[in-house]
T-cell receptor
């Protein structure tokens, strides 16, 4: 049981390049999230998904797109990377049920640098 | 919108001593959950402890305990018998009890860096 995995762990991009971050979970969770972590800012929600085929915007969605074609995968895309997108990106997943903490399980993070 | 405030950016504690990390939050909801996450240098987010708002009893997990003051909207973390491995960044987080859509997200504070002196 790998939990939540993220690919890649590190990446350096030039301004204007595109890339996709992959998140995979093997816990059959309905909900998945993408957060970004910046110094002094905590983690902020970029996009989230409540199930296969559905996505929605979070607090800081500009410049990102997401897709969830399979329940276990949640992809985060940067179409034209900008230096402001230099950050550490975390994926998380959780079950959905009213009688539980619905704890979010986090991946190990991806450090992205945009030059 | 809910907010979480961690006003102390850094704290230091002597090994084996006790330290308390502060967190306050603002919400108009009555049903919610509070969490403390630990982020060591490996970057992995590790859940330390959690509290349900409607439970008056403070949560404890081994050396970690919370002081949950609902009326004051305060949720502090106490680490007893501090160990070198406790050195990390700690985040306080809030989640609504309305577990639908964007309400299921975690709202994080800015974090506090804890160092442990040997």
């Amino acid at each position: 049981n790998a939990g939540v995995t993220q690919t890649p762990k590190f990446r350096v991009l030039k301004t204007g390049q595109s890339m996709t971050l992959l998140c995979a979970q093997d816990m059959n969770h309905e909900y998945m999230y993408w957060y970004r972590q910046d110094p002094g800012m905590g983690l902020r929600l970029i996009h989230y998904s409540v199930g296969e085929g559905t996505t929605a915007k979070g607090e800081v969605p500009d410049g990102y797109n997401v897709s969830r074609l399979k329940k276990q995968n949640f992809l985060l895309g940067l179409e034209s990377a900008a230096p402001s997108q230099t950050s550490v990106y975390f994926c998380a997943s959780s079950i959905h049920g009213r009688k539980s903490y619905n704890e979010q399980f986090f991946g190990p993070g991806t450090r992205l640098t945009v030059l | 919108a809910q907010t979480v405030t961690q006003s102390q950016p850094e704290m230091s504690v002597q090994e084996a001593e006790t330290v308390t990390l502060s967190c306050t939050y603002d919400t108009s909801e009555s049903d919610y959950y509070l969490f403390w996450y630990k982020q060591p240098p490996s970057r992995q987010m590790i859940l330390v402890i959690r509290q349900e708002a409607y439970k008056q009893q403070n949560a404890t997990e081994n050396r970690f305990s919370v002081n949950f003051q609902k009326a004051a909207k305060s949720f502090s973390l106490k680490i007893s018998d501090s160990q070198l491995g406790d050195a990390a960044m700690y985040f306080c987080a809030y989640r609504s009890g309305v577990l639908t859509g964007a309400n299921s997200k975690l709202t994080f504070g800015k974090g506090i860096t804890l160092s442990v002196r040997p």
